[in-house]
């Protein structure tokens, strides 16, 4: 499979210049493993890289030059590719999606905060939905998306220690008993951050609105290998953030709310520790700052499960391996269904519906992919 992968170029927004820098450094170690991934580049423009649907859609039937222009590059890059990955959900209207002639595949990690500008309008045009909150998976079939999977924002490999080891996260010294990095003046979760503020004002937050300021980039690999604790706060449903996974990836006991869907992703108590309120937030970090070796058994567990299944290249292989079940399914003909529900028949095996038929063959792919 070739794939178009669209992302946004950040240098000329808001001074994120190492966002693409990581986003290429990150297609290039796909190609290298094996995927044929190209970059394209869906910039609206450097000032406004990215527009919210109420302006994409008034720029789509003016037919903006900028726009257009936009478009006509895509179809350019787009020959020779079976799937375009929209990785970041923006700017293609989605009648232009429609009428592509390749396998589409739309991504979101913005969910539920931006739903209304940003996925809701355009995500049903696309072959596939893989999103990164997974509490929102019935919000995207409510709108009439055909095909929806959870996809994991997993751990980028600059993001963690390659030579930390399970031994090293049981054993070793660590001296920032909780660490956070978090926007603490955001609306949505300012009230919680505060009280946790009270709760530990020793503690090491960084990010707007904490009195450390922020933490200097590439600085956060070494801190988070010094701390023992680190607790992720979401604005509202989740999980879905990157703390998600760099905080188990660095060997850091993570405290995360979301606690229902948390279960879904690690397992609870084993490889993560969840709460439902601030104050079970605070109960659960005193408890583990007295029982350190339980808080790295645990912690330890969670960097097993983070660089087995939500490394970069095995997330990417999950999507790959999405889209080939869809494939299976779209090209699985009523005649062969047919010829099998009469095969069933004849050797008197319950007959079965095609929808039955379907979870069969998802069965067959899941076991032959183990």
């Known amino acids: 499979m070739k794939i178009l992968?669209?992302?946004?170029?950040?240098?000329?927004?808001?001074?994120?210049?190492?966002?693409?820098?990581?986003?290429?450094?990150?297609?290039?170690?796909l190609n290298k493993t094996g995927f044929d991934v190209k970059p394209f580049c869906m910039n609206y423009s450097d000032l406004f890289p990215f527009l919210p649907f109420k302006y994409l859609d008034k720029l789509w039937i003016w037919k903006d030059k900028r726009l257009m222009d936009l478009y006509n590059r895509f179809l350019k890059e787009i020959e020779g590719c079976d799937i375009f990955f929209n990785?970041?959900?923006?700017?293609?209207?989605?009648?232009?999606?429609?009428?592509?002639p390749v396998f589409t595949v739309y991504c979101c990690n913005d969910d539920p905060e931006s739903s209304e500008?940003?996925?809701?309008?355009v995500a049903f045009a696309y072959d596939l939905c893989a999103i990164g909150n997974i509490a929102e998976i019935?919000?995207?079939?409510?709108?009439?998306?055909?095909?929806?999977?959870?996809?994991?924002?997993?751990i980028w490999s600059n993001m963690f220690n390659p030579n930390l080891t399970y031994e090293d996260i049981l054993s070793g010294k660590r001296d920032i008993d909780i660490f956070m990095m978090i926007d603490r003046l955001s609306p949505f979760r300012k009230k919680r951050c505060d009280i946790i503020a009270n709760a530990f004002p020793d503690a090491h937050?960084?990010?707007?609105?904490?009195?450390?300021?922020?933490?200097?980039?590439g600085k956060e690999v070494e801190m988070l290998q010094r701390s023992q604790i680190g607790i992720n706060i979401h604005n509202s449903t989740g999980p879905i953030n990157v703390r998600l996974f760099y905080l188990p990836a660095n060997g850091v006991l993570q405290i995360c709310d979301n606690k229902s869907h948390?279960?879904?992703?690690?397992?609870?108590?084993?490889?993560?520790?969840?709460?439902?309120?601030?104050?079970?937030?605070?109960?659960?970090?005193?408890?583990?700052?007295?029982?350190?070796?339980?808080?790295?058994?645990?912690?330890?567990?969670?960097?097993?499960?983070?660089?087995?299944?939500?490394?970069?290249?095995?997330v990417f292989q999950r999507l790959i391996d999405n889209i080939k079940l869809i494939q299976i399914e779209k090209n699985a003909t009523n005649t062969e269904f047919n010829m099998l529900k009469e095969s069933s028949i004849q050797n008197k095996i319950l007959s079965f519906t095609f929808s039955e038929y379907i979870a069969i063959r998802k069965k067959i792919a899941i076991k032959l992919k183990k």
């Open 87 to 100: 990785s970041v959900g923006v700017n293609f209207h989605p009648e232009f999606v429609q009428k592509l």
């Open 138 to 154: 019935c919000s995207y079939k409510e709108w009439g998306c055909k095909n929806v999977v959870w996809q994991p924002m997993g």
């Open 5 to 29: 992968y669209g992302y946004l170029r950040s240098e000329g927004y808001n001074n994120r210049k190492h966002i693409t820098n990581k986003t290429l450094s990150y297609i290039e170690r």
């Open 117 to 121: 500008q940003l996925s809701k309008p």
């Open 205 to 217: 937050f960084y990010g707007r609105g904490w009195k450390r300021g922020y933490l200097p980039e």
């Open 262 to 314: 948390l279960g879904d992703i690690f397992e609870l108590d084993k490889e993560v520790i969840g709460f439902e309120t601030i104050e079970e937030c605070i109960d659960k970090c005193n408890y583990y700052l007295n029982h350190i070796e339980e808080a790295r058994i645990i912690a330890a567990n969670g960097w097993l499960r983070v660089h087995k299944e939500y490394n970069e290249i095995a």
